[in-house]
Structures are given as structure tokens and as C-alpha cells.
């Protein structure tokens, strides 16, 4: 898909750094190289570019609380920033951020201006250990940085520029910007209590220098540590305890849900909007041409319906769900009943080949969903727990080990545009390519099977099962420690 995102990033950044007048004949403009300046320490300082058009008279107007005036330099291009003293922050004589306003006149007369925003900001590398197709920053106020050179396995790319695809909250990923081959971007304290990293989650997307999407990376923002509150389960597996992209632990509350999955694809779904609703999402802020949409390869307008049913059409459009296709004996065309046309059962890692090849073996695939140092787990690492409660319409609580217990939210699946079953039925997905048996752990190997774990509100058991559901259906993931 074309880079319709990163027009819109253009347009949303030139509001927030640039602006321009004209009036009749008469039209500048001041611009600046960035939208946003980072410095690590007090007293730090950094140097930004900016760029003219017809400027006769230029300075700077505004600077944050407490900052010294920028060191403007007209001949070069270059503006001075220098951060307040650390003594200045503690007495709270100066502020830690805020902007620089860079006003200009035109040879008319007109005013004109460009924005920075500056702050003494802590920048983390969200890559430093490693790669991954998401990520988790939990703390407010900091500068993130990731890798978009690489994919989720470190297989290089070419990027050229970023965008933002989508975002449960307008404002946040702020500042998005590649420099030296990573994303940088910015995320602040929430709105209602500024001590908190404002929650939400986001797609932030890789574009060549064609303007193709060539990749995206999920960036899940959240003041959960999965390191601190880990739980291992009676199979010896650790999970996190909470579903990939959930925003909350109270249960009755739907951000808890956390983000759903079709089988073997990196890219998440927003979860539903309220507890028992099948049809409306959660809010979603989505750039112009990524807006949520559906794959029918029947009515697809490609040559062939399978054209709109492979990886690389998956990679290009991470917003749209990809549904299976079926058609009558007497039809032209073969039913499918994956997102896939050419079936792929490694996509998540599990390295089973075939029915006479059924593997446990698992490691991080190219399309793992999970942050570093998580994975999808696999079918058996679920082993042994048990329901021991139900809170319908949210969720059920079971038994991971002797000693701990896991909330499982009732979420249901989500396919063909709706949440079948929320409010009553949980699931979440494993990595296995093949059904494996709960009662008797065998597992059954065909084109299309898949494994998911289901927790079920009813009064007959078994109360938790394994399904072998379509893998274009959407799931829930829960990620398991490497």
C-alpha cells in the first residue's frame, strides 16, 4: 500500500513545527529539520537546522520556562539549544519541556513561524536487547527509540521513512521522526494523573523509498513490567500475565482484552468496545487509507481471488482483515479456508512440517507477535491448569499452578467483522499448526489447523479445551517467556 500515512504525517508535522501565510503575492515560511530535540541531561545542549523561504527579519519569540534563549543562527540555518540547570528543575524556576517558537516576516510584512518541541528527556532503545515486531515502552516522558532497519527475526529492510498507522489515543506517539536507521519518538504522562505513562497502543509503519509499506512494529505503552509479575505455570512455561496489547486488570473493563490476532500474523486488532458488544471496536485512531477494512477475495477486483491472500499483501496492509474464501463445486476457484492461500504452518515459530512431522519444538519467528525476550507459546505449554471460577460476562478465573491463579478475559473470537461470543468464551492462541487434543495430547495435522486454547462459561466440561478454529479468525495472544 502507498504511503497514504506518511502524507498525512507530513501534513500533521508541518502543523506542529512549520507554519506559513500568505497574503495576495506575499508568502513565507520557517520550517525546522525536526519536529522535536531531545536532551539527555540539565545544562545539555543540541543543535537543530531550519529552513527559510522568503524571511526578510527572523528570531525566536518563545522558549520554554526557565531556558536561556536559543543561540539563532541565520547564516548557517542553525538554532542553539541549551537545557536549564538541574538546580533550576529541583527549585522548579524552569520547566523540563516545552516549545520554541521561531518567528518570521516576509518582505510583506507577513508573519510567519516555525515550533520546536525541546525537553530534557531520557532517551531508552527499546531494541538494545534485541529485535522484535513489538515493543513495550512504560515509561512517561521519555524519548523511544527501535530499530526499523531490521524485521522481527533481524532480516535487514529498506526503510526509508515512517508513519504512524494507527493509535488508540491521538496523542500517543508523538514527535515520530527516524534518525540513523531508528524510530524516535516521544510518549508523555497521561492526562489524568501526570505520575502514570499515558496508556494506548500503536502501529508504527516502515515505508521504502517507493513509498510501499514494507513492514510495521506494534509499540504497546503501559506501566506493566512482565519481569515483575511473570507466572509460571504448572507445565514450567512463564507467561505474562496479562493478554499482548491489554491495557488494564480490571477485568470488567474491556481494555483488558488486549489485542487480537489472526493465526500466524504480526499485526494486532483492536479489541471490542464494550463487554458483551460483537460489532464495534474500540476507539482507534487510524491514518488516511489504513482505516480498519476486510479482504473478500471473492469480490477482491485482482486478477485472481488468491492475489489479496499472501504474506506480502498481509505486510502491506496491517489494518485490514484477511478473510478465508469459499466457493461451490461448480464455481471456477478452490475454497480456502485460511487468510493464507498457500498455508504456512511455521509462521509463529513451531517447526512442524507435516502429519508424519508434529513438533513441540518452538523458537521466535519473523512474524512472533511478542516483545523481546517473549513468544507465543506453544499448545503445551498451557498443560494442566484448570477453570476454577467464572465472572461471566468478563472473564474466568483458573488455576496455573499450586499456588497462583490467572484472570482469563471472555473476549470471545474475533472474525468476519464481529466478536462472536463476547461476554461468554475465551480463547487464546498457541503457535501450534495442528489440533492438539486436550484430553490425551495428540495432536491432528492438516492444511489449515491451528490450536487455540478455549475457556468456556458453561456448566459442562470440560471447561477448558483446545479448539482447532480457522486460522483467519482473531485471537487473544498471551506471550510466554523465550
Request: hydrophobic fraction near 35%; include cysteine.
Amino acid at each position: 500500500m502507498k504511503g497514504f500515512v506518511k502524507l498525512i504525517a507530513v501534513v500533521v508535522t508541518a502543523a506542529a513545527f512549520a507554519v506559513s501565510c500568505s497574503k495576495d503575492k506575499d508568502s513565507g515560511a520557517v520550517s525546522f529539520d525536526k519536529p522535536a530535540v531531545f536532551i539527555d541531561a540539565p545544562s545539555g545542549m543540541a543543535t537543530v537546522g531550519f529552513t527559510l523561504r522568503n524571511i526578510k527579519t527572523l528570531s525566536v519569540t518563545s522558549q520554554p520556562t526557565g531556558w536561556d534563549e536559543p543561540m539563532l543562527d541565520q547564516t548557517t540555518g542553525m538554532l542553539t539549544v541549551i537545557a536549564p540547570s538541574a538546580t533550576a528543575l529541583e527549585k522548579g524556576t524552569a520547566v523540563e519541556s516545552g516549545t520554541v517558537v521561531l518567528a518570521g516576516v516576509t518582505p510583506g510584512g507577513t508573519s510567519v513561524s516555525g515550533v520546536l518541541f525541546v525537553g530534557v528527556v531520557k532517551t531508552v532503545d527499546l531494541s538494545a536487547a534485541g529485535v522484535a515486531n513489538s515493543y513495550m515502552a512504560s515509561v512517561k516522558e521519555t524519548n523511544y527509540l527501535f530499530d526499523v532497519m531490521h524485521k522481527g527475526d533481524g532480516s535487514p529492510l529498506a526503510t526509508d521513512h515512517l508513519g504512524v498507522i494507527w493509535k488508540s489515543a491521538s496523542g500517543l506517539v508523538q514527535y515520530l521522526q527516524m534518525e540513523n536507521g531508528k524510530a524516535s519518538f516521544y510518549i508523555g504522562a497521561d492526562t489524568e494523573d501526570s505520575n502514570k505513562i499515558l496508556k494506548g497502543n500503536a502501529v508504527i509503519g516502515a515505508y521504502d523509498a517507493n513509498d510501499e509499506l514494507i513492514w510495521s512494529w506494534h509499540v504497546w505503552a503501559t506501566d506493566y513490567d512482565p519481569a515483575v509479575v511473570a507466572q509460571t505455570y504448572a507445565s514450567g512455561a512463564v507467561f505474562m500475565d496479562r493478554n499482548l496489547g491489554a491495557l488494564e486488570t480490571d477485568y470488567t473493563l474491556p481494555a483488558s482484552r488486549g489485542l487480537y490476532y489472526q493465526w500466524g500474523r504480526k499485526d494486532p486488532f483492536p479489541y471490542p468496545a464494550t463487554a458483551t458488544d460483537a460489532y464495534i471496536q474500540a476507539p482507534t485512531v487510524y491514518a488516511a487509507g489504513f482505516e480498519y477494512a476486510e479482504s473478500d477475495p471473492r469480490t477482491s477486483g485482482t486478477e485472481s481471488p488468491y492475489d489479496v491472500m499472501t504474506l506480502e499483501w498481509a505486510t502491506a496492509h496491517p489494518t485490514t482483515y484477511m478473510d478465508g474464501v469459499f466457493y461451490e463445486d461448480w464455481e471456477e476457484w478452490a475454497s480456502v479456508a485460511d487468510w493464507l492461500y498457500v498455508h504456512h504452518p511455521n509462521l509463529w515459530g513451531n517447526v512442524t512440517t507435516g502429519k508424519n512431522n508434529i513438533s513441540r519444538t518452538s523458537h521466535k519467528s519473523i512474524y512472533d507477535p511478542c516483545p523481546p525476550g517473549w513468544k507465543v507459546p506453544g499448545a503445551e505449554d498451557f498443560a494442566e491448569i484448570e477453570r476454577i471460577g467464572v465472572s461471566t460476562p468478563y472473564y474466568i478465573t483458573i488455576r496455573c499452578n499450586s499456588t497462583q491463579t490467572a484472570k482469563i478475559p471472555l473476549g470471545g473470537t474475533f472474525y468476519e467483522g464481529r466478536y462472536d461470543r463476547n461476554g461468554s468464551l475465551g480463547r487464546l492462541y498457541t503457535n501450534a499448526p495442528y489440533y492438539l487434543h486436550w484430553r490425551d495430547s495428540t495432536g491432528v495435522f492438516h492444511d489449515v489447523a491451528c490450536t487455540s486454547i478455549l475457556f468456556d462459561t458453561s456448566n459442562y466440561p470440560p471447561f477448558v479445551n483446545t479448539t482447532d478454529f480457522y486460522r483467519y479468525a482473531a485471537n487473544p495472544v498471551r506471550c510466554v517467556r523465550e
